[in-house]
């Protein structure tokens, strides 16, 4: 089975399993790899927020055909859930990262005129 992949700016899903650091083509696992370059500052409970959407989307999607249009789909619906929870407060920006994107907007700050606007 050949190596079916989806690839966004913050979520990588393989359709693989990882063993001795090499994915091995797999057709019944799928491997996730969330914020590979560390644009935010995740808590355990917020990666694991994002590890169930991700098993409910899959598990939406078990009667269909392993395919780049449905694992595509899959991860676009995950880039628009963690965009959730950024707006939400439940996510942030990593400021300390190399290089600063804001990919999914400008980050908020409080600052003395901003204080409970957010």
Excluded at 28 to 49: A, G, H, I, K, M
Excluded at 103 to 112: A, F, H, Q
Aim: net charge negative.
């Amino acid at each position: 089975m050949p190596l079916i992949k989806s690839t966004t700016r913050h979520v990588r899903i393989y359709s693989a399993e990882v063993e001795n650091n090499e994915f091995t083509p797999s057709d019944n696992v799928l491997t996730l790899d969330v914020d590979p370059d560390n644009e935010f500052v995740w808590t355990e409970d917020t990666l694991q927020q994002v590890y169930r959407r991700f098993d409910e989307l899959v598990e939406s999607c078990s009667n269909q055909e392993l395919s780049d249009y449905n694992l595509r789909r899959i991860g676009s619906s995950l880039e628009h859930y963690i965009r959730d929870l950024l707006e939400n407060g439940q996510l942030s920006y990593n400021l300390e990262n190399r290089v600063l994107n804001y990919s999914m907007g400008l980050p908020r700050v409080d600052s003395p005129e901003t204080a409970g606007k957010w």
